[in-house]
């Protein structure tokens, strides 16, 4: 099953990047609820192999484009994240955590086990995100996102929800905006 899992978020990820145009340095939030992976309630069925096959399946499209990986926490960690020190903003401010499967979630716990300087944030502005068992990523997306339908629906027994983001349009009818392409 752990094959299925790293194959399935595999290709999910490839798609979503592509449909966001994310590139290096961009951000990409994913919060992972291992237990509906595997057909149970979420916070109910944490396992460490399905967030191993979860983060196998993503590190490998990240770090290859060089865009960041940010692991959601479970609400015991009132949702904080888990990413590399290096993708901290100017500013950013560190909380003092380390999350375990039972406090911060399994896919968060490896992401800390698996990352090379992990730090964890309670917020962060991410490009894109993949909430992976309805885990809720929203607060950690920027201002505006927009659903991204990928050809895969679920990972495991889980479903998956992809958004992208894209500037804010202000100043109203009389402003002109440039092409969001030239933005990124």
């Not at 309805?134 to 927009?146: F, N, Q, S, Y």
């Not at 958004?163 to 092409?179: H, L, W």
Request: aromatic share 4%.
């Amino acid at each position: 099953m752990e094959k299925e899992i790293e194959e399935q978020v595999r290709r999910a990820a490839e798609e979503l990047i592509q449909c966001a145009k994310l590139s290096a340095g961009n951000i990409l939030v994913v919060g992972c609820s291992t237990s509906e992976i595997l057909g149970e309630r979420i916070g109910r069925g944490s396992s460490m192999e399905a967030a191993e096959a979860v983060y196998n399946g993503l590190s490998g499209v990240l770090q290859q484009r060089g865009i960041f990986l940010a692991a959601q926490c479970c609400e015991h960690l009132n949702r904080a994240i888990v990413l590399e020190r290096r993708a901290l903003g100017l500013g950013a401010e560190i909380v003092n955590v380390i999350p375990q499967p039972h406090a911060g979630g399994s896919f968060a716990t490896t992401a800390w086990q698996r990352m090379s300087d992990p730090v964890a944030v309670e917020e962060i502005r991410a490009d894109a995100g993949m909430d992976i068992g309805d885990t809720l990523i929203g607060m950690h997306l920027k201002r505006v996102a927009v659903p991204v339908r990928l050809s895969v629906k679920r990972i495991g027994q889980a479903n998956l929800v992809c958004a992208r983001t894209r500037p804010k349009y202000i100043g109203g009818s009389r402003a002109v905006y440039a092409p969001e392409e030239e933005l990124r």
